[in-house]
């Protein structure tokens, strides 16, 4: 079931899904209204002839006035959505164009447009007027005029949101909300202690009692995107065996790597590994479902291209330290998930690769300090997201880890800072963590 929730909600994400969604209800829609319009007689006096056409000719004339419109703006829409794809891929990196192709109200703008238009082409289709025979569908024309007025008010809130789309604060401050939601779906329990294991026996000696080794190998080149791991563990605990994950969500799989073995009693049957390999998504690209370095990433590259000799913005680097910086103080306080897993007996049944904080402290600040050299600003708001974040961890590794960051940031600052006075600040601000 969650693999089929990942796979509709990679659809969702996709930029045609809801535009082809919104014209199949624009042609259900129109089909529906025409028939109404059959059944219906609506009054053409008082008030009627404001709202109402009683002109076959004036039918048509406001039909093809709002098709035409609607596909010329649409065609509009769909180059100003381009521009901004192609701002944004060269002022904050390739990889931050999926985060706008997900914005919904973008979909909805050009499924809207089109939709009208080809609403517009059905109802006009339908009207007939000849000495003989005559039908206007006028609620239906009423519905068409009301979507071209909804269709003006979704303009200007497209162009708006598509002004403040592309403003580098708005865009690091997606991402963060973006870390935010990973946080709270993929560790979703307070600090405890994540390296209890929950099970009897060691495991290497489970290992051992499993006469029966089978490797699950990758089916193509990729990413991996998703792991289904109820399914996984239901497969493994139904034939009383010991799965081990070579990989976790965000790593890269060459066709025929070994991704995993399964440690068996008896032999497991060709069918069995076929099902199990079907349990892990892998795809051309990354994506944030199982992968919070994936955001982690994007805020990361957004400070590398501010802080690079072209560009030259040490404050839009700042800003992303800023958001890193308070998702990291949110992850001293989470429960990260223990590589072992057990069935409902408690007996051992998936060892997996997981996330630490460590490594996901390292994900955040190293290419930073990297291409910090030089700014005194960038390298001292470094030196102060680390004491912040040190503040918050209660865990003795975690700061161990911390002053390790620290102490490199402050060596980057000895090299590169010539400054007396900022290398001063640099030294002064270290000495509450080193």
């Known amino acids: 079931m969650k693999k089929i929730l990942f796979s509709f909600n ?76 192609t701002l944004a891929s060269s002022q904050f990196g390739p990889r931050l164009i999926k985060n706008f192709m997900y914005v919904r109200l973008n979909q909805v703008v050009l499924g809207s447009y089109v939709a009208t238009y080809l609403y517009c082409l059905l ?17 239906s024309i009423l519905l068409a005029i009301a979507a071209a007025f909804v269709n003006i008010i979704l303009l200007i809130v497209f162009i708006h949101n598509i002004a403040i789309s592309i403003q580098a604060d708005k865009v690091i401050s997606d991402v963060s909300d973006i870390m935010s939601n990973q946080i709270k779906r993929l560790f979703p329990t307070e600090i405890g202690d994540e390296t209890n294991k929950d099970f009897s026996g060691s495991v290497d000696q489970l290992k051992e009692n499993c006469s029966f080794v089978s490797p699950i190998l990758s089916p193509k080149n990729g990413y991996l995107q998703y792991i289904d791991t109820e399914t996984l563990l239901e497969i493994v605990s139904s034939h009383n065996g010991l799965f081990e994950l070579n990989f976790r969500p965000g790593d890269h799989l060459v066709e025929d790597i070994e991704v995993g073995k399964l440690y068996s009693i008896e032999e497991i049957d060709e069918k069995v590994l076929e099902r199990l390999q079907r349990q892990f998504v892998v795809g051309k690209t990354k994506n944030a479902q ?37 998702m990291l103080c949110k992850l001293t306080q989470v429960n990260f998930p223990s590589k072992y897993r057990v069935d409902e007996e408690k007996n051992l049944r998936i060892i997996a690769e997981t996330f630490d904080f460590n490594g ?57 800072i010539k400054e007396a006075s900022d290398l001063n600040d640099l030294l002064e601000r270290s000495k509450s963590i080193l």
């Open 10 to 85: 990679e659809l969702k994400a996709t930029f045609w899904f809801v535009p082809v969604l919104i014209i199949v209800l624009s042609i259900l829609l129109a089909t529906g209204t025409v028939i109404l319009d059959e059944f219906v007689s609506l009054p053409q006096d008082g008030l009627g002839r404001f709202f109402f056409v009683n002109s076959a000719a004036s039918a048509r004339s406001i039909l093809t006035t709002i098709s035409g419109a609607m596909i010329g703006v649409a065609g509009t829409v769909f180059s100003v959505t381009l521009v901004a794809l």
């Open 123 to 139: 109802v006009l289709n339908a009207i007939k007027g000849s000495d003989s025979f005559t039908f206007i569908p006028s609620i």
């Open 290 to 326: 199982q992968d919070i370095e994936f955001s982690i990433h994007q805020m990361v590259e957004i400070a590398a291209r501010a802080l690079s000799p072209g560009v030259n913005d040490p404050y839009t680097a700042i800003a992303c330290i800023d958001n890193l910086k308070a």
């Open 360 to 416: 996901l402290l390292s994900a955040s600040f190293n290419q930073i300090r990297q291409f910090s050299a030089g700014s005194p600003a960038v390298i001292i708001r470094l030196m102060e997201a680390l004491i912040t974040i040190n503040k918050f961890t209660e865990k003795e590794d975690y700061k161990r880890n911390i002053a390790h960051h620290a102490q490199m940031v402050l060596n980057v600052g000895k090299d590169t």
